[in-house]
Structures are given as structure tokens and as C-alpha cells.
């Protein structure tokens, strides 16, 4: 049998992940109103001063996203690990790196829709501005979304083998994102209020920076994760 290509079996497990996702939505549900609700208990919880509600809506939206990544990356690995179906993917001759790209990208494009849904309930809570162009919103949001996915779904598949997984995969993924967290809220926050100094490139190229490094470790690591 002739072995795929690497990006022939990403695309193929890729679209796998999209269509159990479209097929069964709840763990997009969940997303959603998990989400959601944190926004709710961030804007309630800071009382009335819009001022400071606006100054900190980069942050609300990335905690956000932070929290609700949480259970997107736990659920990623599920239904192989009940089916047994990442030994079977192991056993058809595909490159196994394309399972870490797959799983990836498939929590990058789920986080980054939750992200582009989440700037309008921003606008209407706390009342914030895109001063800057939607693209550099979207572009800050993809490599943030993209940040958070590659040692998200690494340390998914290790997570996925311990008891519990639902406080080990927090506690090793919280620390490593911090970098990428306070780079991507300080970019949204200039595209909501403006980058006189000429601060967003900066910012992009911290992202871009983890990005590149994580995924090339995640690439380079995840199947030494699958086997052991």
C-alpha cells in the first residue's frame, strides 16, 4: 500500500475532526455558552465603570478564550481515547505528525470562530471600539487561537493517558501560554484603542515567534507522546 503524504492524511483527519464536530455540535454548545458566561461574570463582577470595562477588554476576551480552550482541548482527544481510534490511526500507514497538525488546526479554526463570535458580545457588553482594521483583529486573534492550540493539543494527548486529565492538562498548559497570552491581549487592546506608538508589529512578531516555536516542538515531539 502506498503511504500518504503528510499533508494528504492532514487534510483527510482534519475534516474528520470538522465533520464530528459539525455532526454532534456539543462541545461547540459548550463552548459557546461557557464562554459566554465568562464574559457575563467578568463584565458583573467589575461593577459599573466602563471605562476600566473597555481599558480590559483584550484581557476579558482572552481569558476567555483561555478558559473555554480548557475544555476544547480536553474533548479533542476524546473519542479516540473511548474508541480506541488512535491506535487504529497509528496502525494505517500515515505519518503520525499528521495527527498533531489535524487535531491542531482543527482547535485553532474552533478557538478562532469562538473568538471572532465573542468581539460583537464584547461591543455590546462593554461598549469597545475596533479602531484599528478588522484584519488586524482577526490576524491577532488567529495567532493567538493558533498559540494556545499547539501546546494544547500536545499536552492534550499526554493529559489524555493520566486519571486525571482535567487538572493535569491546565496545570501544564497555563504557565507555557503566558507569553502568548500577554502578547495577544496587548494586541487587542491597540485595536481597540488605537496604536499611536506603533506598538502592533511587535506583538504580532512575539506571537508569530511562539507559533513557530511551538509548533515545530509539537511536530517534532508528538509521536514520541502517541507511542510511550
Known sequence: MRRPGLLASTWVLFWKDLLLEWR??????????FSLATLLLFS???????ALLRRNAGGYLWLALLLSSVL????????????????????V???????????GIANAVLLAALGVLLVPVLVALLD????????????????GCLAIAAPGTLYG??????????????????????????????????VFEGDPMTQ???????????DLLYWGLGFVLFPRVVEE
Open 24 to 33: 454532534s455540535r456539543a462541545r461547540v454548545n459548550a463552548l459557546v455558552f
Open 44 to 50: 458583573f463582577a467589575l461593577g459599573p465603570d466602563t
Open 72 to 91: 476544547a482541548l480536553g474533548e479533542s482527544f476524546r473519542v479516540e481515547r473511548e474508541n480506541s481510534s488512535l491506535e487504529g490511526l497509528r496502525l
Open 93 to 103: 500507514p500515515v505519518d503520525t505528525r499528521s495527527i498533531f497538525l489535524a487535531k
Open 128 to 143: 469597545v471600539r475596533i479602531v484599528l482594521s478588522w484584519g488586524r483583529l482577526v490576524t491577532i486573534i488567529a495567532l
Open 157 to 190: 494527548a499526554i493529559a489524555s493517558h493520566a486519571r486525571a486529565r482535567d487538572v493535569l492538562l491546565p496545570l501544564l498548559l497555563f504557565p507555557i501560554l503566558i507569553p502568548a497570552l500577554v502578547a495577544a491581549a496587548k494586541g487587542t487592546a491597540l
Open 200 to 210: 502592533f508589529p511587535s506583538w504580532i512578531a512575539l506571537l508569530g515567534s511562539f
